[in-house]
């Protein structure tokens, strides 16, 4: 067969639907591609052909063999991708592919990553956090009721029961907790105490952002017959309410999930189920400093409602007897931090005392 004309690339040529391998060359014969074949016994043999226009070439991607594909759906395959770029670039076609193009720019690509990390930083440190404020500012009461009635609604389905602890047990908690939150902001009737049993969470209190509170048995088991220590605990809960912490955490994640949006491209529906689903409510952990302004607030609704301000040192002097917990973080997600804590819990409650004293 013929094989005069310019060579454009050697490579393997497979015939349609197979998968055999023949060692061949693409070559321009009177303005036609041509596969030739290169095997010793059917050397020069043409396997394909056609005019440019009725043959698929696959734009290049860093070193990935180049793909030419055949009216008749074989195909020829090429290593010398610096061959195919040349015979197009003579035709006047575009020489790579855009992603190509983006690979092969390195420099450029380290330098839009290392600028996206930094805006990421900046957002995450400066914007976000008054974002987060705003939010918090305009939020309706209606918003926290929705997040609050997801959340315990989710709980109970998957981890929490009801709870097993006798009426005049629960009367008896149920009251002092009023006496406390009838001296925080709202009064009494913004607070509503639910007992559980805490199944997989154990021992714990938690507030949600509209107020509701739940207590464990777990943890009334743990604190014994210490009912003033329960209520102090509850107190650390209502102030987590009084000053919106839970609500702002929910926030945070939520500006958290938009700045990955934002960097990474679409993750579904991550805002939505950061503010939706109870799961992730649980799972926040606050700050120091909001566990610190948290414990202050139990310190004063004791102190205001006649109980021992103290009483919420117990809790973490239990923590350390009864669960071996001696570290900087408790094995309680929310409320990280037992030794310090409870130092700081016994300095203010001085300081309100001496303040008292004084007046």
Known sequence: MASDGPAIAAGLWHPPHSSRAIPARLVDIGGSLTVLSDEDDEKDKRLAWGIRSDIEISPRVGSVPRRIVFGNESVFETRDNDAVDAYLQGR??????????????????????????????????????????????????????IMSAGTLKTLDQTALSPSKLPEDRRKDISDRFEKIASQAEGGAGRYKLNFRDGGIIGPNAFALPDGNLVLTDQLVDLAGNDTE??????????????????????????????????????????????????????????????????????????????????????????????????????????????PERKQAILDYARELRDKKVQS
């Open 92 to 145: 006047g076609e575009k020489r790579s592919g855009f992603v190509h193009r983006l690979e092969i720019v390195r420099p450029r690509m380290i330098a839009f990553a290392v600028a996206t990390i930094v805006l990421a930083s900046v957002i995450y440190h400066y914007a976000l956090p008054g974002l987060v404020e705003v939010a918090v500012l305009v939020t309706p009461p209606v918003v926290p009721e």
């Open 229 to 338: 220590m329960i209520t102090a605990v509850l107190g650390h809960e209502i102030g987590h309410v009084e000053y919106k912490h839970s609500l702002r955490q929910l926030y945070r994640a939520a500006g958290v999930a938009g700045l990955v949006m934002l960097i990474a491209g679409d993750v579904g529906s991550g805002v939505q189920d950061v503010l939706t689903q109870g799961g992730g409510l649980l799972a926040l952990s606050y700050s120091r400093s909001a566990e610190a302004q948290a414990d202050r607030r139990s310190v004063e609704l004791m102190q205001a409602a006649g109980m021992d301000p103290t009483a919420l040192s117990r809790f973490f002097d239990t923590l350390e007897t009864k669960l071996n917990d001696h570290s900087d973080t408790s094995m309680l997600s929310t409320h990280p931090g037992t």
